[in-house]
Each structure stands twice: as C-alpha cells, then as structure tokens.
C-alpha cells in the first residue's frame, strides 16, 4: 500500500544510512547531509503520492518545484546562474536518495538537469542568464530532444532539419518519446544544419510557444507515469540563431557530453529504486508467515536477499566511480559513465523484479509498492542509450587499442 512505502521510508530512512549495506559509506559530511536531505524530501513530499501520480499520470510541478527550493533543479550548475554548483558524486547521491520516494519523477528531474547543465556549459553568457536561473527554480522545466521516430540508438542519422535564413533557423521534422514533452517550456533540440553525420548536428534552444511547434497525443506507458511522454513537432518552426549553443555542427558533442552524465544520473536512479525495492522486501520476509514460520526464516530467501544487497552495493560503487572520473575530466570517463549505466540499471531491475517476487501475489498488487518500482526501472535499461548501445561503447573502447 501508499501507506506501505511511506511507512518503511521513514522507519528505514536510517537504514539507508547505517544499515549493513549503507548508502552513506565514504562520503563526506557535507555529502551526507545532502543525502539526508533529499531522503527527508522523498519520504515526506514524494513516497505518499508516488501512486496517486502514477495511477492519475499527474506530473508534480509543485512538489518538483519544492525541490528546486533545496538546490535540486541545477544540481551541477554553476552558482551565479542560481545552480548549487555540486560535483557529479554529489549529484548521483542526491538522485538516489530522491528516487526512494519516486523514482519515474526523479528520473524527470534528472534529465532536467542534464539540459540545464547543457546550457550552462555550452552557452554564452547571455544564453546562460535567459534560461538558466528560472530552470533551476524550476519556474520553467526542460526537455532533452534527441531520439527520433528514425533514429534511436542511430542518433547520427537524425533527420530533424534546421535551414539558416538569416538571423533565424527553419527547423522541420519531429522528436519521438520525450519526457516532459508539451508540459514543459524549454526543448533542447539536436537538428541537422549540415551534411549527414554528427558533425552536421546543431543544438538549439526552443521555448513553448513558437510558431510551429506542436506536441503529439501523450503516450500511455508501463511506467514512468508521472512524466508525461509526447512526440515534439517542428513544421516550419522559426527559431533565433540566438538561440543556438556552442557552433554549427558541435550538436552530436554536446548531447553525447550531457548524456555521459544522464547515464550516471538515471543509474543513480536505479540504485535508489532498488534500495527502496530491498527494504520493502526485508520488512515483508519478517512479518509474511508460511508453513508456521515467517518467511525470513528460510534460508533460500535469505540468501536470495544477501544477494540482492550485494548487487546493489556493487552497483553503487560503479556508479559513483564513474561519477568521480566524470567530475575530474578523466579520458575513461566516456566509457565508465557507459560501464555503470549498463551494470547498474541491469542489476537494479534484477533486484527490483526479485522483490516482487518474494512478495509473492501481494508483490503483483498495485496496493504494494514494489510493482511500480519494477514498472519504472525498466525503462532505464533503455533510455540514455540502450544497455545493448552500453556494451558496443564498451567494446569499441577495447578493441581501439
């Protein structure tokens, strides 16, 4: 029930802290203190209408916008565009403590994020000061425009067009299963304003509003519900060249720059779905009886358990690894960021899917929390590059040598 993962997320709030497998092991102090702040958040203004927004597809503007009152709309963006300016481990900290309480939001406000990031990275001072301080109150929110209805995992071979006529781009084509899409106020599109390849691609900066541009019907989806899902249109949609970041033709760079760190972001998100998925089913082995016994006593669940804690460490680990390589700038970091998003949102379902199980009939039921934690993961094995995209990364950086 609702009640069921409010209740266990206050009670284990502590557990997350100085369980067996803590979440807060290594970290500084001011990490930790992050970390408790965002699992106060998730507790109390996220995990009692994690349901409610997925069974009503509400997407939480108000509540998002109480998070972006403690520094979670530009987490890792620099501070006199109003960003907290915190590292990528700081980040991932946060986004798993968040996702306790709701992991489809979180995983929103994750991708949010990494298109503000964008911004504040690639564009120039004034690009920076128009967009960034109200996306990171989160007055206005944002959408990453890449995938389309074309070009999935092949994203250099979009075909979204952007025809220079003077001080102003002619954008035509369409964007396909973009988080936010029609709700939100800023799109972040790659477009192609030279030959074929990346290095035609250009990233422009779109406001709702302009003259051609429309939003498709919203998808109905597994999960993710509190986000809403649209196709982005462009027909003959007129955009400043003001409003481009960086120069014609570093598009491909920088949506593959901001998806290094959406890898980490949505694996964090992961990490906390399934520290969420191994409380509920902790609680549940103690207090479910079978055969005169509670099911704790049972040593295959146990050791299924131990199992399951174990992924999750691991997966931690890599992430935040990854995040650090990252943060420094380091030249594995490409393929780091590639490693943890695969490892981690591959075990983290696996360990989602498995406290289900051990739910048994209840885990099925949409009274349990656990099924919507499996029902919102699985979508991250997918996005922010395809887990089978992950390995041919992986693969290509070893065989280069």
């Known amino acids: 029930a609702v009640h069921e993962v409010v209740v266990l997320l206050f009670l284990n709030r502590h557990v997350l802290i100085s369980s ?21 958040f998730a507790a109390k203004e996220m995990a009692p209408h994690m349901a409610e927004w997925d069974e009503k597809e509400i997407f939480p503007v108000e509540t998002m916008r109480k998070a972006a009152q403690l520094g979670f709309g530009g987490i890792y963006v620099k501070p006199d565009v109003g960003g907290s300016g915190l590292s990528r481990l700081d980040t991932s900290i946060i986004f798993e403590a968040l996702s306790t309480g709701c992991t489809s939001t979180t995983a929103y406000m994750s991708i949010h994020n990494m298109c503000v990031w964008m911004i504040d990275t690639f564009g120039n001072e004034e690009q920076r000061r128009r967009f960034c301080p109200s996306l990171c109150s989160m007055e206005k929110f944002a959408s990453y425009c890449l995938t389309e209805p074309g070009s999935g995992s092949d994203a250099a071979s979009l075909l979204t067009s952007a025809q220079r006529k003077g001080d102003t781009y002619v954008l035509n084509g369409s964007k396909a299963f973009i988080s936010g899409g029609g709700d939100t106020d800023v799109y972040v599109v790659m477009c192609r304003t030279g030959g074929p390849g990346p290095k035609g691609i250009s990233c422009l900066v779109l406001e709702r509003g302009m003259p051609g541009l429309s939003f498709g019907k919203k998808e109905r989806k597994v999960g993710w519900n509190s986000q809403p899902t649209r196709a982005v249109i462009f027909e003959d949609c007129v955009v400043p060249v003001a409003n481009r970041l960086g120069a014609e033709g570093q598009g491909f760079s920088i949506a593959m720059q901001g998806l290094n760190g959406g890898r980490i972001n949505i694996a964090s998100c992961s990490l906390g779905a399934a520290h969420a998925s191994v409380l509920l089913a902790q609680e549940h082995l103690k207090v479910r009886k079978q055969f005169g016994e509670p099911l704790a006593s049972n040593q295959y669940l146990q050791f299924r358990l131990a199992e399951m804690a174990t992924r999750l460490v691991a997966a931690r680990l890599m992430v935040r690894n990854a995040a650090r390589a990252l943060q420094d700038g380091r030249e594995d970091a490409p393929v780091l960021c590639s ?12 360990i989602c899917n498995q406290a289900l199980q051990m739910h048994g009939g209840y885990g099925y039921l949409k009274d349990y929390a656990v099924q919507q934690f499996v029902r919102d993961i699985r ?23």
């Open 20 to 40: 067996a497998f803590p979440a807060s092991t290594g970290l500084t102090e001011d990490q930790k203190e992050f970390q408790k702040v965002a699992l106060d």
């Open 339 to 350: 490693m943890a998003k695969l490892f981690a949102t591959d075990e983290c379902f696996g």
């Open 379 to 401: 979508v991250h094995q997918i996005l922010e590059g395809t887990n089978e995209v992950m390995r041919m990364i992986v693969a290509r950086n070893l065989l280069q040598g």
